[in-house]
Structures are given as structure tokens and as C-alpha cells.
């Protein structure tokens, strides 16, 4: 049985390089998401981010080693070189991981404000590709939702954590005691000027390089341009240097700071934020060069009391939030079969009935009441059990309680509703309450 299928490489389980190799730049989405469909995906989505690539799907065929599949042909790696760092959830579970994720409780910096964006983003990716279908177009806008339930009812959401914030602070303690650092943001996209507003809070003046000169100009403001023609001269003036741009390529190469560290006896600490990596990892080798890269920004334990009780509040939301999803799928797919059943049993207590009293005396409306109070009796347990397992993804169970009815369920953990899917007996039973009054 088809059903929603989260397969995914993510910071918690994979090295900073795995995750460059399986990272999706913008430009590159649709190719991936034209392989999902070729590979039999029904719908998908993909999530990637610089700390995670994650697919949610309704696969066919292969299932998850489908997908795993497809992943490692992104990354250069098999389906089992992936499998032993890569995250599957099934049904609920994607759900829920789903919600979290796009609350930012599964981020780096907990509770992080870019991840919404990123969740939306991909989500009309999916769309203007055509790979977003009944369960996709309800399931995104649940989990976003979800996350703003989550700030909204938590610190998180007045906190502004960020990974741009949080470049910040490392940055700035690596520099240790220096007065008045010169920092240079290389980047205008959303981490960069996250990094940028928040220097500007604390009474800094950053200098901004980007690849269009306006754009940069009006993100530093006071703090000026820092050419990227002229990005060695910014590295042999700066203290400090944020990278974050979307390049696929080394922005800052070893030769600049070569170049730089050269001409100057002061320390220089690099923060690069960037997926893939847009500062050459050679650049650490440096005499007098701090890099971090984005395993350096990773929240450690939270001991903020308030924090940490945001973050066991905003659990509990998305918990809550993604059961009460997967009750609506778990309703609205499995009402029509149990409505098939329910025929099934009263049209059963009616003809029992109807041969245990003599037809032409006997009340037909008491007869159904009788048929329908005994068929609700008989059906209140393999109700609950038939629930439970379109709720858990049981297809064993399933399987078999669909037998039981003489009906065929294609999906019944999310996609259009079952009543598109069911195939009923061609010649739907006369009911017994009319027989017995012709």
C-alpha cells in the first residue's frame, strides 16, 4: 500500500561533506523531483536546506529504497551507503517529524526562524513541478501551521534564533577581546542579512559583499560595500568574516587568505554558513586562521530554564498537532469502508431477521432499527481496530479487515479520499426492509 514515506540525510546523522554531496541547490529541485516521478513517486517534496535533504513521498514500487535510491544517485553514493545515516518515517511518524521540522525543533539553532521560508519554498517547488497532489497541498500548510502555533504560544517566536544569529555570537567569541572588529558579510540572501540586522542591533557596522553591489549596499547601510572584486584586500582588513551565499563554488579560495594573512599579523576568524561550503576547508591550515563551519554552530544543551521549557511546549504542540492530522486521514480514509462494512453486517442482521418472522406482519422500519442496533453492537471492537491501523500504517491489518468487507483500498494513509479508491460489489444489495414490504 502506498502511504507517506519521509526519507532523509540530516545534520543529526551525517558529516558536513554527505550532506554538500546530498544537498539540492534551487536551480537543481525540478531535475530531482522529475526523478521522484520517474522512480514512481505519486506526489513529493523536497526539503533541502543547509542542514538537511529530506523527500516526503507517496513512493511506489521500491518504497523507501526507492527513494534512498534516487538520494544516493544525488550524492555519488548507493542506497546503502545512504542507509546507514539516513532517517525513514512512515505515516504518522513523517508527520510528525514533518511538524517539528517546520517548527524549527529540529534545527541546528532550536527554534530557527529561516526554516518556514525554506518549508513554503519547497513546497511551491513541488507544485510548479506538478508533484503535489491531495496529500502534499494539505499536509505542507498543516505543518506551517503547526510552526506558527508553536512561536506564537512559545518564546521561540519573539527569540528571533537564527543561524545568521548565531554566527554572530560564535564569531564574535572566537574574536575574543578584540575592540571594534571589522567584519565583512560576503552574501545578501536571507542568513546573510539576518547576520547583518543583528550586528547592526549591537551598535556594529558590518561591511557587506555580495555579487550585485546594490544589493549590497542597501543591506550594509552605514557599513558600506566591500566589492567582491576587491574581496582579498576585505579579508586582509577584516577581523571577522561571515560567509553565506548560495554558490555552488568556493567564494572565499585559499589564495585570498593566503593573500591576506600575508600583509597582516592580526588573527582572522571565518564563520561560513554556507551548504555547499563556500570558504575552501583548506583555509583552517592557515597560520592564524579560525574557520568554523556550520558543525560549529550546532545549539548545545539548552540551559535557558525558559528555553528549555519553549522547547518541551513546542514538542507537545507538534505532537499534538500531528496526531490530530493523522486522526483527520485516519477519518476521512477510512469512513467509507467502514460504511461498506456497516452495510454489509446490517443487510446480514436484516436477512436474519427477515427468516426468523413472518414478512407480511412484521414492522420493516423496527426490523432496520433492530438490524442497525445490532450491526453497531457487532461493530464497535473491528471499528476501533480498523482505525488504529489506518493510523499506524498496518497494511496486514488492514488487508485483511478490507476482505472482510469485499472492498480494495489503494492508500489509506493519506491521498484522495477512499471513496475514489474503494471498489464496491458491481450490484449494490436491495435492502431487506424493502423486500419484506413488497
Known amino acids: 500500500m502506498e502511504r507517506l514515506t519521509m526519507v532523509g540525510v540530516t545534520h543529526r546523522g551525517a558529516a558536513l561533506p554527505l550532506l554538500e554531496r546530498v544537498s539540492v541547490p534551487r536551480g537543481h529541485r525540478a531535475g530531482l523531483l522529475l526523478a521522484l516521478h520517474d522512480s514512481g513517486c505519486a506526489e513529493a517534496v523536497v526539503l533541502s536546506t543547509?542542514?538537511?535533504?529530506?523527500?516526503?513521498?507517496?513512493?511506489?514500487?521500491?518504497?523507501?529504497?526507492?527513494?534512498?535510491?534516487?538520494?544516493?544517485?544525488?550524492?555519488?553514493?548507493?542506497?546503502?551507503?545512504?542507509?546507514?545515516?539516513?532517517?525513514?518515517?512512515?505515516?504518522?511518524?513523517?508527520?510528525?517529524?514533518l511538524f517539528r521540522v517546520s517548527a524549527g525543533l529540529e534545527s541546528r539553532v532550536i527554534g530557527e526562524v529561516e526554516i518556514q521560508g525554506q518549508v513554503r519554498t519547497s513546497l511551491r517547488e513541488a507544485q510548479a513541478a506538478g508533484m503535489v497532489g491531495p496529500l502534499m497541498s494539505h499536509l505542507f500548510p498543516a505543518a506551517l501551521r503547526c510552526a506558527a502555533k508553536v512561536h506564537a504560544?512559545?518564546?521561540?517566536?519573539?527569540?528571533?534564533?537564527?543561524?545568521?544569529?548565531?554566527?554572530?555570537?560564535?564569531?564574535?567569541?572566537?574574536?575574543?577581546?578584540?575592540?571594534?572588529?571589522?567584519?565583512?558579510?560576503?552574501?545578501?540572501?536571507?542568513?546573510?542579512?539576518?547576520?547583518?540586522?543583528?550586528?547592526?542591533?549591537?551598535?556594529?557596522?558590518?561591511?557587506?559583499?555580495?555579487?550585485?553591489?546594490?544589493?549590497?549596499?542597501?543591506?550594509?547601510?552605514?557599513?558600506?560595500?566591500?566589492?567582491?572584486?576587491?574581496?582579498?584586500?576585505?579579508?586582509?582588513?577584516?577581523?571577522?568574516?561571515?560567509?553565506?551565499?548560495?554558490?555552488?563554488?568556493?567564494?572565499?579560495?585559499?589564495?585570498?587568505?593566503?593573500?591576506?594573512?600575508?600583509?597582516?599579523?592580526?588573527?582572522?576568524?571565518?564563520?561560513?554558513?554556507?551548504?555547499?561550503?563556500?570558504?575552501?576547508?583548506?583555509?583552517?591550515?592557515?597560520?592564524?586562521?579560525?574557520?568554523?563551519?556550520?558543525?560549529?554552530?550546532?545549539?548545545?544543551?539548552?540551559?535557558?530554564?525558559?528555553?528549555?521549557?519553549?522547547?518541551?511546549?513546542?514538542?507537545?504542540?507538534?505532537?499534538?498537532?500531528?496526531q490530530r492530522y493523522a486522526e483527520m486521514l485516519a477519518a476521512r480514509d477510512v469512513g467509507p469502508v467502514l460504511a461498506a462494512l456497516r452495510r454489509r453486517v446490517e443487510q446480514a442482521c436484516l436477512e436474519r431477521l427477515a427468516g426468523s418472522v413472518d414478512g407480511r406482519g412484521a414492522d420493516p422500519d423496527q426490523l432496520a432499527r433492530s438490524a442497525r442496533a445490532a450491526a453497531a453492537k457487532l461493530l464497535h471492537q473491528p471499528t476501533a481496530v480498523f482505525r488504529a491501523a489506518v493510523l499506524a500504517g498496518d497494511s496486514d491489518s488492514l488487508t485483511a479487515l478490507c476482505r472482510t468487507v469485499g472492498v480494495q483500498v489503494h492508500d489509506v494513509v493519506g491521498a484522495e479520499p477512499c471513496a475514489a479508491k474503494l471498489r464496491l460489489p458491481a450490484q449494490a444489495p436491495v435492502p431487506v426492509a424493502a423486500q419484506l414490504v413488497a
Open 50 to 97: 543547509c542542514s538537511r535533504t529530506e523527500v516526503y513521498a507517496r513512493p511506489t514500487g521500491d518504497g523507501p529504497q526507492g527513494l534512498l535510491a534516487v538520494l544516493g544517485a544525488r550524492a555519488g553514493s548507493s542506497a546503502d551507503e545512504l542507509r546507514g545515516c539516513a532517517e525513514v518515517r512512515h505515516g504518522h511518524a513523517a508527520i510528525e517529524h
Open 153 to 322: 504560544q512559545t518564546v521561540l517566536g519573539s527569540r528571533g534564533r537564527s543561524l545568521g544569529h548565531r554566527a554572530v555570537e560564535v564569531g564574535l567569541a572566537a574574536l575574543g577581546g578584540v575592540v571594534d572588529p571589522v567584519i565583512i558579510v560576503v552574501g545578501s540572501g536571507r542568513m546573510a542579512t539576518t547576520a547583518v540586522e543583528h550586528l547592526v542591533t549591537q551598535g556594529r557596522r558590518p561591511r557587506v559583499a555580495a555579487r550585485n553591489d546594490a544589493h549590497a549596499a542597501r543591506l550594509a547601510g552605514p557599513g558600506g560595500v566591500c566589492p567582491m572584486s576587491a574581496l582579498t584586500t576585505g579579508v586582509r582588513q577584516a577581523d571577522l568574516l561571515i560567509c553565506a551565499t548560495s554558490a555552488a563554488h568556493d567564494v572565499v579560495t585559499l589564495d585570498h587568505v593566503r593573500e591576506a594573512m600575508a600583509a597582516r599579523t592580526r588573527p582572522l576568524t571565518v564563520v561560513d554558513l554556507s551548504v555547499p561550503r563556500n570558504v575552501d576547508p583548506a583555509v583552517a591550515g592557515v597560520p592564524g586562521v579560525t574557520l568554523i563551519d556550520l558543525e560549529g554552530m550546532n545549539d548545545g544543551p539548552v540551559t535557558d530554564p525558559l528555553l528549555a521549557a519553549s522547547v518541551q511546549a513546542g514538542a507537545s504542540i507538534a505532537r499534538a498537532s500531528a
